[in-house]
Each structure stands twice: as C-alpha cells, then as structure tokens.
C-alpha cells in the first residue's frame, strides 16, 4: 500500500485488518480507529496526541465525527487526546457539533499580548543579540500592533532591518510601520481580502468605516442601506470564511487586528449604500 502527498510518498507492507475501521461511515470509523490506535498506545506504554490547527474549518459532519471518537476514548481511558487551536467561532462549532463538547474540551482563550509581555516579545531577543529598542519605539510598536504577536514579528523584522544603529529609535519604528504595512497588504491581508465575494467586501468595508470593532449588526446593516434580516445570511458566510465574529450577540468584529486600516487602503472611499475602489 502506498501514499503520496506532493513530493512525499510512504510505502507499507503491513496488510489491512478487515472489518475494522472499513464500514464508510466516518463517526463509527474515526471511533475504532482512535480506539484501536489508544490499545496499541497502552501497550507500548505510550500516548497520543492530534494536534489540529484552524479546527474551524473543519466540516461539521467531521468534527462531530472527531468528537465523537474522542469522547469514546475517554470513556474507555484510553491515552488519547488532542490539541487544537482555532478562531473564536469554534466553540459555538463544536456545540453546535455535539453538545457534550464544551464538557469533553478544555477552552483556552488566546488574545493579542498585554503590554508588558508585547515588550518582552520585541525587547529580549534583541537584547540577546547586543541590540536595544529606544522607549518612545517600543511604545509606538506595541500601539501600532495592538499587541498582536506575528505583527510585533513583521515590526521588530523591519525596525531590524532598518535602524543603522542600537538602540532602534522612534523613526526607526515610524519606517518599519510604512514597511511592515505595505507586506501585509500585498500578503497577509490580500490573501484575505482576495477570498471574498463583491458584496462581502462592501460589507468589510461597511465594518471598517465604524472603526476597529466590534460593531452592533444593526450599524453595520444601516450604513449598508439593508435590513438586518438582508445581510445575516452574508454576515454569516463571512464568519465561516474566518474574516469576522462574533465576541458577543449582535456584534461583530474583525478577526485580524488592522484590517479596518486595510480596507480602508484598498477600498478608500466609502458612501452609505455603496463602495467606490474595487
């Protein structure tokens, strides 16, 4: 039996037990397979952990099938567990997948860094290096991320790259936000932006002229000119999508910090009703 993946191929003599794992539907499978693979971890001594990043993409039949298998391990004690990380949307996912869910799991909240950790982040592994950060750039840095770990990354990238000295100063700083802003547009941004639909984008951009967020549904639908019964059905295709959710009912917010910012780049002008710029 071989599998290829791209460039990848791996080869297995070992014939396949029949009967197990084999029936075609996913719950019942996925359950003897994570039931069987927790055996073979008790008897080797051993334990095993799936680790699943953007879990909320997952479909719905998947991940009630996921929870499913994981909540029979547990039941038998069997060393079978998983970490994942997703979008803020996921734990209404899983609920909504299997209402045990928010019992089985464990829910970690991760937000953007406070303002000390932030520092930490920039600071420390310049200083390992021999290289200090001016106060007045640490400070315009953490405001200009909002603590955000990868953009304290592409910040701290740039002040590197371009300061002609240590320590980085404040117009050090002021560079590497027109750097860093500039590779996230044509990037880490446009990747997002370029998945939307016309309508989805007016929508964002709807958002972004209120502000960072998050927004009521109803400012939203009104500076669109539509009702908010109209525009839920593309409120919620966008939260699927990842770009927005919803921190609390009847709000909605962006999912990357700075996207306001972008939207407002990219599609600068804005009348209610309507967008100019696509």
Known sequence: MKFKYQDIEVAMDAKPSRGIADSGNLEADLTDLLGNIGEAAVENGTAVVLFID????????????????????SQNQLPVTMVAAGLPQLVGQTGRAKSYAERLFEFVHVDSLEAAAARDALCVPAEKQGVKYDEKAVRAIIEQTKGYPYFLQEWGKHSWNLAAASPIKLKDADRAT??????????????????????????????????????????????????????APMRNTLISKGMIYSPSHGDTAFTVPLFDGFMKRIMPKFEKGRTVGL
């Open 178 to 231: 027109a750097a860093a802003l500039a590779e996230l547009d044509n990037s880490f941004f446009r990747i997002r932006f370029d998945r939307l639909t016309p309508a989805e984008k007016k929508y964002m951009r709807a958002m972004a002229e209120l502000g960072a967020g998050p927004h009521r549904s109803g400012d939203i639908a009104h500076l669109l000119d539509k009702k908010v019964t109209t525009v």
């Open 54 to 73: 953007e879990l909320q993409y997952v479909k719905e039949e998947q991940l009630t099938a996921l929870i499913t298998a994981l909540h029979r391990a």
